[in-house]
């Protein structure tokens, strides 16, 4: 391992950034066998196949795919190669995507989140993650949008509870509010959650709606703190990691490996954990500049990042 966590290392392969301090709050490092591979890390070297073996190789427990590669292989096939290598799904990505310009495109995402509930059912994902989705095309109504968002999930609910399939609503940055999310904090999401599985007060939520915290999305939001307390055990159904860089050269593919930015992940582990999660953490990277690299010195790096820098 390198000697400190930060931009500048052996292992950063944007160059030319200048070394920052890298001193974090006193923390244990993480559980190794807590590191879960989101596939799309690596989604340009490697199928679901190559994904899953190199897992075992790495001695990384858990993986995330991508309902792209999921097709490719098969969720049957899949779910066979997920048992012989032992491999827990942390999530299956993506479900979501509901607004829509009319009645038929809204069926059509319902119908497509039905798919994916059964998809994740078949692999044994511990939660479907949903991007919700942005204004559709032509529209300047976001109210309308996420209204749209809270009626899609209301029709696809009760189907995700008799498939024993936790949905996880993925807020978003802001900056993707017009195309991907429109649900871009985590108590919006939360509220989300409130109305379609409200709880008695001083009950528990159910646990079949909850949210997936990525460190990329919600590292800048002043009331996460506040957030993650009313989330409680029960609606933490993801964390996913990486970094924030800066520069950011592209607004969607230039993710930071866990280190190389500014999100102060320790800290933030903490308070996610603090609040009850005890799950996987799963390393996202969306970089078209890792995607450059060779995939098992990518899976080295990650693996050696989350304990040092996470």
């Known amino acids: 391992m390198s000697a400190a ?4 290392g052996a292992d950063e392969p944007r160059g030319g950034i200048a070394d920052r301090a890298a001193a974090q709050p006193a923390s244990a490092p993480p559980p190794a066998e807590r590191l879960s591979l ?34 490719e292989l098969g969720a049957a096939q899949a779910a066979r190669l997920l048992r012989q290598h032992d491999l827990t799904v ?22 497509d989140n039905r798919r994916a509930i059964d998809d994740a059912a078949t692999i044994g994902a511990r939660c479907l993650v949903l ?16 209204q749209m968002v809270i009626d899609g999930i209301a029709a ?20 993707y509010c017009a195309d991907r999310a429109c649900v871009n904090t985590l108590d919006q999401a939360l509220d989300i959650c409130d109305v379609l599985d ?8 159910s646990g079949a709606i909850g949210v997936a915290v990525d460190a990329y999305h919600v590292w800048w939001d002043p009331n996460l703190p ?33 280190g190389d930015g500014v999100i102060d992940l320790p800290a933030l582990r903490g308070m996610v954990e603090g609040h009850g999660y005890r799950g996987f953490h799963e390393v996202e990277i969306l970089s078209t500049r890792w995607w450059r690299r060779d995939p098992d010195e990518v899976l080295r790096i990650a693996r050696e990042r989350h304990l040092r820098c996470s």
């Open 5 to 8: 966590c930060g931009p500048g």
């Open 38 to 71: 989101n596939t799309a890390t690596v989604r340009e070297q490697w199928n679901l196949r190559q994904m899953i073996e190199a897992c075992g190789r790495h001695g990384i427990r858990g993986i995330a795919p991508w309902r792209d590669k999921l097709d």
């Open 156 to 175: 696809v609910l009760d189907h995700a509870r008799e498939s024993g399939v936790p949905l996880a609503i993925e807020p978003l940055h802001p900056m």
């Open 90 to 111: 942390s999530g299956l990505c993506r479900g979501g995507m509901f607004p829509a310009a009319d009645a038929a495109g809204r069926r059509a995402a319902i119908d």
């Open 198 to 205: 409200p709880h008695l007060a001083g009950g528990r939520p």
């Open 226 to 258: 506040r957030a993650l307390e009313r989330a409680r055990p029960e609606r933490l159904l993801a964390y996913h990691i990486c970094d924030w860089l800066v520069p950011t050269t592209d607004l969607l593919l230039d993710r930071g490996m866990m």
């Open 131 to 146: 991007v919700v989705g942005g204004i559709p095309a032509g529209s300047k109504d976001l109210p309308g949008a996420r």
